[in-house]
Nanobody, 115 residues
Framework: QVQLVESGGGLVQAGASLRLSCAAS????????MGWYRQVPGRQRELVAT???????KYEDAVKGRFTISYDNGNGNIYLQMNSLKIEDTAVYYC?????????WGQGTQVTVSS
């Protein structure tokens, strides 16, 4: 059973940085993909970044060059370093582990960027 718990969100000013963490439990398989998604009220949850077990990364265009996803191979924890935050980055951020057709989600952490 996979359990994910996010932390690190908060209220920051535009231009600041935040580092989100996702504490993971459960065995990590080489076929797993890990990721961060975000959601604002009234909109669908959207992909921010993913990383494979082997370290291959993908980013949504709006965050390329500003956000960096990583994970700890030893415990499966997932991280998102967010730099140069913009007001439009405001959302609830969710970590994810995808195994085949199954998705595991954390409860989310709020990130609010003010002007």
């Amino acid at each position: 059973q996979v359990q994910l718990v996010e932390s690190g969100g908060g209220l920051v000013q535009a231009g600041a940085s935040l580092r989100l963490s996702c504490a993971a439990s459960g065995v990590l398989y080489a076929s797993d993909t890990m990721g961060w998604y975000r959601q604002v009220p009234g909109r669908q949850r959207e992909l921010v970044a993913t990383i494979s077990y082997y370290g291959d990364t993908k980013y949504e265009d709006a965050v390329k060059g500003r956000f960096t996803i990583s994970y700890d191979n030893g415990n499966g924890n997932i991280y998102l370093q967010m730099n140069s935050l913009k007001i439009e980055d405001t959302a609830v951020y969710y970590c994810n582990r995808r195994r085949g057709m199954r998705d595991y989600w954390g409860q989310g952490t709020q990130v609010t960027v003010s002007s």
